[in-house]
């Protein structure tokens, strides 16, 4: 029962950087609006994270087309 400690702990210390992270968004407004303001970071954060997947994924296909274009003129 060694591993199942280690991912417990792993998991409390998201889940109180999830609540620093309401506190930190609860500052300066109401109790209310604490959990939305996260989610609203957390729903801008996660597409910032899409657009830089989704650009890479662009640039690895852009790249992988032209190795492709090289190799059927040579």
């Known amino acids: 029962g060694d591993p199942t400690p280690?991912?417990?702990?792993?998991?409390?210390?998201?889940?109180?950087?999830l609540k620093s992270?309401?506190?930190y968004s609860?500052?300066?407004?109401?109790?209310?609006?604490?959990?939305?303001?996260?989610?609203?970071?957390?729903?801008?954060?996660?597409s910032l994270l899409f657009l830089f997947l989704w650009t890479?994924?662009?640039i690895c296909n852009q790249t992988v087309q032209v190795?492709?274009?090289?190799v059927d003129w040579a």
């Open 6 to 17: 280690v991912t417990l702990k792993k998991t409390t210390r998201i889940g109180t950087f």
């Open 21 to 23: 992270l309401d506190l």
């Open 26 to 46: 609860g500052l300066g407004s109401t109790n209310d609006a604490a959990p939305w303001g996260t989610s609203v970071l957390m729903v801008a954060l996660i």
């Open 56 to 58: 890479l994924l662009l």
């Open 67 to 70: 190795d492709f274009i090289t």
